[in-house]
């Protein structure tokens, strides 16, 4: 039986990634101004300081394939912390790029989740 930490894991995963692959721009409405991602080495903060990384990014489609989910309760924050890995593909190539990613949601006052740490890292080799 799935737990609740589980369940709010794999829905948050689901949205984040559809997002990602069909509305990149709506990916900042899960971000809020504290908020940190370390993209490949690079660190971002803020929404707008994100968002710009995300829609700079050299490729206008791509498709996330999740292989696993790691969800572990935050009881510090009353947070979650999220351990993604799968592969991406992008539109008009053949080969699929490895990667993981990491989450830590923090609830906001409306009673869900924003992201406060996202590490996302290709995985070569």
């Known amino acids: 039986m799935e737990d609740q930490t589980e369940l709010v894991g794999k829905t948050f995963v689901g949205h984040y990634y559809h997002l990602f ?39 206008d489609q791509c498709r996330h394939m999740i292989s696993t989910i790691d969800s572990q309760p935050c009881p510090s924050t009353g947070g979650l912390l999220i351990f993604v890995s799968g592969s991406l593909q992008l539109a008009g190539e053949d080969h699929h790029l490895r990667f993981s990613q990491m989450f830590h949601l923090i609830p906001t006052p409306r009673g869900s989740f924003a992201v406060q740490n996202d590490i996302f890292r290709l995985n070569y080799g």
């Open 21 to 59: 692959d069909n509305d990149r721009a709506s990916l900042s409405s899960l971000y809020q101004p504290t908020s940190m991602l370390t993209f490949e080495g690079q660190k971002f903060f803020g929404v707008d300081d994100i968002s710009t990384k995300f829609n700079q990014l050299p490729f």
